[in-house]
């Protein structure tokens, strides 16, 4: 069983940053793939973006030259390094685990982006 702990959403004027930290426990010696996915109120779950066990990332269009995702393996931990945030950003933010086969979601940590 794998446990994701979201940290790190908030407030934020447009143009700032956050920075988001996933971390994973449980009877895994090391994550898998994970990636962060968000939702804002109406609408799907999107992919932000992801990364590989090996570092390999991949990113939305809407995530790509403004937001960073990361991996410390040593911590089972992702990070999403946003910049130049919009209030369209503002959703609730999701880490999601792929390990093993399973699939895991974390409770989701909140971003605000005003105008």
């Known amino acids: 069983q794998v446990q994701l702990v979201e940290s790190g959403g908030g407030l934020v004027q447009a143009g700032g940053s956050l920075r988001l930290s996933c971390a994973a426990s449980?009877?895994?010696?090391?994550?898998?793939?994970m990636g962060w996915y968000r939702q804002a109120p109406g609408k799907q779950r999107e992919l932000v973006a992801r990364i590989t066990s090996g570092g390999s990332t991949n990113y939305a269009d809407s995530a790509k030259g403004r937001f960073i995702i990361s991996r410390d393996n040593a911590k089972n931990t992702v990070y999403l390094q946003m910049n130049s945030l919009k209030p369209e950003d503002t959703a609730a933010y999701y880490c999601?685990?792929?390990?093993?086969?399973?699939?895991?979601w974390g409770k989701g940590t909140p971003v605000t982006v005003s105008s």
């Open positions: 449980g009877s895994i010696f090391r994550i898998g793939d």
């Open positions: 999601h685990a792929n390990h093993l086969g399973g699939q895991y």
